[in-house]
């Protein structure tokens, strides 16, 4: 374990294998459901994580966003050469390292929640601390899986003659997503139960040593009405939660197909043509196209 520890200070990876074995890699839901100690935990190393403050360490919260957006600043000193062209981070857009690029960037943000995990499993009183450091053993970051229905029938924006379409299984984003506040277990009530605000719902955007100023032009051509207080998703909607939801299950199908040619299609036999969006991408789209749309559709602005 000290050899994982002193690889996560010098900022490097090395994944989990060594001191916590292989594990299942769950849908978000699964993981609350099947682990309710594991998701506990995992919230609560999220909620700490970004309560702290913008620190030089290559492992802080800051840090590891900045990786792949903002804040602009370098990551441990690596080249600006290396970052995307838009000048902010690392994210290999069009090129062919585009998808295992997010492997690596995964594993360092799943190491980093681990051995947060631990720490606080550490803080629970001694009856129940066996319990969580288990708990944080089969801890594997967890997926959204877009294409898993969360409820049955859906209306959303469509062609028919009313503007609307309507399908049997709603694919709205996961509730975990969506709640203002959550009821976790914590050490601070020794284990009892503690309404907590959702780090999933949002971002704070902390008061001193946040993003600065002249980088928010990056986000889009509307982030001078962005909120500088906290992530929003779909900021200008009066209904924020419904345009989400009703722009995944519009997208949904569409991806369905597009996911199925790049399966299929002969068009898709050399790595270039479905790695990433260049000039020769077939009509169809790529996996860089694939990823473009899931993450536009839970928020396009801001």
Same mark, same amino acid.
């Given at each position: ?54 620190? /030089? ?41 585009? *998808? ?10 799943? !190491? ?16 129940? /601390? ?7 053993? $089969?801890?594997?970051? *967890? ?31 996961? $509730? ?44 889009? $051509? ?9 992530? !929003? ?35 898709? /036999? ?27 559709? *839970?928020?396009?602005?801001?």
């Amino acid at each position: 374990m000290e050899a994982l520890n002193q690889a996560h200070r010098d900022g490097v990876v090395k994944g989990l294998k060594d001191v916590a074995g292989v594990a299942d890699r769950l849908d978000v839901d699964e993981l609350l459901v099947k682990h309710p100690e594991t998701f506990n935990l995992f919230c609560l190393a999220l909620s700490e994580l970004m309560s702290e403050p913008e620190s /030089k360490d290559t492992m802080g919260y800051f840090q590891l966003a900045g990786i792949h957006g903002l804040p602009k600043a370098l990551w441990d000193g690596v080249d600006a050469n290396s970052k995307h062209s838009g000048g902010y981070g690392y994210c290999a857009h069009s090129r062919p390292t585009f *998808p295992p690029w997010h492997r690596p960037y995964l594993a360092m943000v799943e !190491q980093t929640l681990f051995l947060k995990m631990r720490d606080i499993a550490e803080t629970f009183p001694e009856a129940s /601390k066996s319990a969580y450091r288990e708990a944080a053993q $089969q801890f594997r970051l *967890p997926y959204w899986d877009y294409y898993r229905p969360r409820g049955e029938h859906t209306v959303f924006p469509g062609v028919f003659g009313n503007g609307k379409t309507s399908f049997k299984y709603d694919f709205s984003v996961p $509730q975990i997503f969506t709640v203002d506040q959550i009821v976790l277990r914590t050490p601070e009530k020794g284990n009892e139960l503690e309404l907590r605000n959702n780090p999933f719902r949002l971002f704070d955007f902390p008061s001193v040593g946040s993003i600065p100023e002249r980088e928010w032009s990056i986000v889009g $051509q509307d982030s001078a009405n962005f909120s500088r207080q906290q992530t !929003q998703r779909y900021p200008f909607s009066p209904d924020p939660l419904k345009s989400m939801n009703d722009a995944i299950n519009k997208n949904r199908e569409s991806g369905v197909a597009q996911i199925l040619n790049m399966v299929s299609d002969l068009a898709y /036999k050399d790595y270039d043509a479905f790695a990433h969006d260049t000039a020769a991408t077939p009509s169809s789209g790529s996996l860089e196209g694939s990823k473009s749309t899931l993450r536009g559709s *839970p928020s396009p602005s801001g």
